[in-house]
């Protein structure tokens, strides 16, 4: 079974600009998280989708940060203007059903850096 | 918030030594789970504990919920150097829009050395 697949893997960019990352879930996956991680910090969710909704966007710095799931399926993370503190890895996690126990299955996550 | 606090952040020891990490929180869990992430990897589930005073064995990794669903502990026995990696605890909560929402602790780095 493929895992979670996102791209690209690295990407470095001057303050101000913008960027974008895609994530592709497992098939079947209803449930999409994006989480960020700061070196030496756990992953923080930003935000959690059920298949095309948005369940929770409550940490997503929405007025620079964007994200969508149109298809129910694949899911693009934006950020416009990007800032030094935004340097970070991004992950993307999928789960079949969002639960108290379920497993989220992470991608390999895009590492940020932001001059 | 709730915060989950992981000790010790950093933990060096020698190949064939016991060791144990902790992850505390003032808030109840309805779960919790234990998460391995190497370098340039995502995390991937170690194991996931419901129920408060559960104990869970994984091979030489021994996982504990504290009976009021508000502390884990992590033992490994006689640590190897695939050991190495970031360990982090995670907490759900049921209800409302928090439902299956995990907050992580911020993780503890071990280096195992042959």
């Known amino acids: 079974e493929a895992g979670v697949a996102q791209s690209p893997r690295y990407k470095i960019i001057e303050k101000r600009q913008s960027v974008a990352f895609w994530c592709n879930p497992i098939?079947?996956?209803?449930?999409l998280y994006w989480y960020q991680q700061i070196l030496g910090q756990g992953p923080k969710l930003l935000i959690q989708?059920?298949?095309?909704?948005?369940?929770?966007d409550s940490q997503l710095p929405k007025d620079r940060f964007s994200a969508e799931r149109l298809k129910g399926v694949d899911s693009t993370l934006k950020i416009q203007p990007a800032k030094l503190e935004d340097s970070a890895v991004y992950l993307c996690?999928?789960?079949?059903?969002?639960?108290?126990?379920?497993?989220?299955?992470f991608g390999p996550g895009t590492r940020l850096t932001v001059l | 918030t709730q915060l989950l606090e992981q000790s010790p952040q950093f933990l060096s020891i020698q190949e064939g030594e016991n060791l144990t990490v902790y992850c505390n929180s003032s808030?109840?869990?309805?779960?919790l789970q234990w998460y391995r992430q190497e370098p340039g990897e995502g995390p991937v589930l170690l194991v996931t504990?419901?129920?408060?005073?559960e104990v869970k064995k994984l091979k030489r990794l021994t996982f504990q919920f504290g009976d009021a669903r508000k502390d884990s502990s992590l033992h490994i026995t006689a640590a190897q150097p695939g050991d190495t990696g970031l360990y982090l605890c995670?907490?759900?909560?049921?209800?409302?829009?928090?439902?299956?929402?995990?907050?992580f602790g911020q993780g503890t780095i071990l280096t195992v050395h042959p």
């Open positions: 996690a999928s789960s079949l059903v969002p639960g108290l126990a379920g497993e989220q299955f």
């Open positions: 098939s079947g996956h209803a449930t």
């Open positions: 989708f059920q298949n095309n909704g948005v369940v929770d």
């Open positions: 808030s109840v869990f309805s779960s």
């Open positions: 504990v419901v129920t408060g005073g």
């Open positions: 995670a907490g759900a909560r049921a209800g409302g829009t928090s439902y299956g929402k995990l907050t």
